[in-house]
């Protein structure tokens, strides 16, 4: 534990639709050559399916479909191509999840399938699992560490209960020049504010570069758009000029970050989560990057005085070869 109270095994990590993809890719020779349906266990798995049946040009459905004998229809450059008609008629099936974390949702198919009393051969197979769930299913492509984020899942997700979040750009869309007057224009903005990504968990902490003098308006279109959260910091300063001048956006939320017994920040702007990041020696996810920003590794190693973790390590040293970038996208090594 650092003196931040930040301990390297909380460290969340990150997958993006991008880093899905490759994944797949990657290890379809791990998908059985016998395979001849796919079913995607709802709502994530029919992302993975999908992708999947579109990558080995085979039919796919969901679960109530497999039972009930039909296929999600083909578009028309793949219908003429596929082998079967109704999924009884598939002699190996796939079915798939995004994850395995407990292993609740595989085991309810499981039970499902059992039940149908199926007479095909069926291979159950996950993209990532938590180390140690491999043994739920038969085939898997990444052993992910907990806790996790997915971009698929970022809103939706228990770790939010750990992470301070940015409302501009992230709940909301951002202000244009002409509304972001610190006047009638901007009172208008805050209560007429185009919601983006709206969260369906409880976030610890909103941290904003919004004024104090503006909390009754954000509060009231936080409720009108059900956002849950424990805390609503905000910017004590008389005004946007003032708030400008000091130019401390970055360092605000980074100092608000380090002292909260948080594992994530989610924050719109790059160039505000590479300053949060550095600052605060902790990790930010990017939403205008969707990607997961790093502290820089000497500055971490500077700073706690002791040995960076193994994993944490090994991202710095990606980051700190070819662009000297610190936005990473997380993979396995």
């Known amino acids: 534990m650092d003196k931040f109270g930040y301990r390297g095994d909380q460290a969340i990590e990150f997958r993006t639709f991008n880093d899905l993809n490759i994944l797949l890719m990657n290890n379809l020779r791990r998908v059985p050559r016998e395979v001849d349906l796919v079913v995607g266990i709802p709502r994530s798995g029919l992302l993975v399916a999908n992708l999947l049946a579109l990558h080995l040009n085979i039919p796919m ?3 109530d479909g497999l039972f009930e004998d039909r296929l999600l229809t083909s578009g028309k450059s793949r219908g003429d191509s596929v082998s079967i008609k109704h999924p009884s008629e598939a002699k190996v099936i796939l079915i798939v999840d995004d994850s395995v974390y407990s292993g609740n949702e595989i ?3 499981r039970q499902r399938v059992d039940e149908a009393s199926l007479s095909q051969r069926i291979v159950y197979a996950a993209v990532y699992v938590a180390p140690g769930k ?6 898997f492509f990444e052993e992910c560490p907990v806790p996790r984020m997915f971009e698929w899942n ?21 202000p244009t020049e002409q509304e972001n007057d610190d006047g009638e224009a901007y009172c208008e903005f805050l209560s007429k504010a185009g919601p983006y990504l709206l969260p369906t968990k409880p976030i610890k902490a909103l941290v904003t570069n919004r004024l104090e003098k503006y909390r009754s308006q954000t509060v009231d279109w936080l409720h009108r758009h059900h956002v849950i959260y424990d ?3 905000m910017r004590d300063l008389p005004d946007m000029a003032t708030r400008r001048q000091r130019g401390d956006h970055g360092e605000f939320k980074a100092q608000v970050y380090r002292e909260m017994d948080a594992r994530i920040f989610i924050e719109s702007s790059l160039k505000q989560s590479r300053e949060i990041a550095k600052i605060s020696l902790r990790p930010v996810i990017s939403i205008e ?15 706690a005085g002791q040995k960076l973790p193994a994993k944490l390590a090994r991202r710095g040293m990606r980051a700190a070869s070819g662009l000297k970038r610190i936005l990473l996208r997380i993979g396995r090594d």
């Open 61 to 63: 459905t969901d679960l």
């Open 107 to 109: 085991m309810l198919a």
């Open 134 to 139: 491999g043994e739920n299913v038969d085939v």
């Open 154 to 174: 970022l809103m939706h997700s228990h770790q939010l209960r750990h992470a301070c979040v940015d409302i501009d750009g992230v709940l909301c869309l951002d």
């Open 231 to 233: 805390e609503l910091i």
């Open 289 to 303: 990057t969707m990607s997961l920003v790093l502290p820089d590794t000497g500055v971490i190693l500077r700073q």
